[in-house]
């Protein structure tokens, strides 16, 4: 079965740490990019980091960087999410995707052909 699952999510005070992981399967994991968004209440679904199919390149939204990190095991077909100093704004529903090799606009949700179910993180003060 093709699919992405996410876990990891939770309440956590500001200033805390999150790991979100995002198993696959169903597809040749190495031969995908990955990438992560998130949707906070009444908001749209925003770009928060992803990667190249090789593992070569990282890219993160601006306000993430420094404190998010985007990594993989293509041996257990996993990518991770590793959020530090998290602020009441990261508050939102996190979702996983997968994006073929051949498409480079990792910051579009369009980019994306495969989405996991979410997981609901939320920071407080």
């Known amino acids: 079965q093709v699919q992405l699952v996410e876990s990891g999510g939770g309440l956590v005070q500001a200033g805390g740490s999150l790991r979100l992981s995002c198993v696959a399967s169903?597809?040749?994991?190495?031969?995908?990019?990955m990438g992560w968004f998130r949707q906070a209440p009444g908001k749209e679904r925003e770009f928060v980091a992803a990667?190249?199919?090789?593992?070569?390149?990282?890219y993160y939204q601006a306000s993430v960087k420094g404190r998010f990190t985007i990594y993989r095991d293509n041996a257990e077909n996993t990518v991770y999410l590793q959020m530090n100093s998290l602020k009441p704004e990261d508050t939102a529903v996190y979702y996983c995707?997968?994006?073929?090799?051949?498409?480079?606009?990792?910051?579009?949700?369009?980019?994306?052909?495969?989405w996991g179910q979410g997981t609901q993180v939320t920071v407080s003060l």
């Open positions: 169903g597809r040749t994991f190495s031969s995908y990019a």
């Open positions: 990667d190249r199919w090789s593992g070569t390149a990282t």
């Open positions: 995707a997968q994006r073929p090799p051949y498409r480079s606009d990792y910051g579009s949700a369009s980019a994306y052909d495969l």
